[in-house]
């Protein structure tokens, strides 16, 4: 079993509709974050978190909204959808403490589209 | 501008060849991260370094700071490896945000 794990892995959903999409992991680490991709553009960081009462914006984070409901589990809301959000979501995790050397661990990926 | 450049966008070579993707950074930096995404879409990390050059199996990073210039080697290229390579730097300032390149997309043809 992986250690990230997102689901969905693919939704495909329609302006307006509010989505979820979960990442749990196994890996013990405290750091969470949630990064978009879009053809031909880096990795763009929506929102991050250190446990569950620090939570942090990223570069992109309007239209967007997460919760870490345990140390394991964070998840990326998109309270009203719009077609430009149509992207690859990817979950990452970092460390722990003062054992964190940077190092991400990515999960698979969600293929999200908006129509 | 991206602040992270990478180059070449696409890379084809054949089995065998020895494979160099660059990466250059306007912003000071803490570390640079190398990644390996696969077709599936999966991303998995592959190094990173803050100096000098590391190695695994047949692949190597090196980082030069002065010149804000890092570079993955691939020896002996395989099938396998082709994958987009994705290079990131983590600032030495608000360092949880990393600003990654574009990717270099690789092909190795048997």
């Known amino acids: 079993d992986a250690d990230v794990t997102q689901t969905p892995r693919n939704r495909i959903t329609k302006t307006g509709k509010r989505i979820m999409l979960e990442c749990s992991q196994t890996?013990?680490?405290?750091?969470m974050y949630w990064y978009r991709q879009d053809p031909g553009l880096g990795l763009r960081l929506i929102y991050y978190s250190f446990d569950v009462k620090d939570i942090n914006k990223g570069e992109i984070s309007d239209g967007y909204s997460v919760s870490r409901q345990a140390q394991a589990k964070f998840s990326l809301s998109l309270e009203s959808a719009i077609p430009n959000q149509t992207a690859l979501y990817f979950c990452?995790?970092?460390?722990?403490?003062?054992?964190?050397?940077?190092?991400?661990?990515f999960g698979e990926g969600s293929r999200l589209t908006v129509l | 501008k991206n602040e992270v450049e990478q180059s070449p966008q696409n890379l084809t070579a054949q089995e065998g060849e020895f494979i160099t993707i660059n990466c250059s950074y306007s912003?000071?930096?803490?570390?640079l991260h190398w990644l390996q995404q696969h077709p599936g879409g999966g991303i998995v990390s592959l190094f990173m370094?803050?100096?000098g050059k590391k190695k695994h199996g047949r692949l190597i990073a090196t980082i030069n700071i002065q010149e804000k210039h890092s570079s993955l080697h691939i020896t002996a290229s395989h099938p396998r490896d082709s994958a987009v390579y994705i290079c990131?730097?983590?600032?030495?300032?608000?360092?949880?945000?990393?600003?990654f390149g574009t990717g270099t997309r690789l092909t190795i043809i048997p």
């Open positions: 990131a730097a983590r600032p030495n300032f608000g360092n949880e945000k990393l600003t």
């Open positions: 912003v000071g930096i803490s570390a």
């Open positions: 890996k013990g680490h405290d750091r």
């Open positions: 370094l803050s100096s």
């Open positions: 990452a995790t970092g460390g722990v403490g003062e054992t964190y050397t940077g190092e991400l661990f």
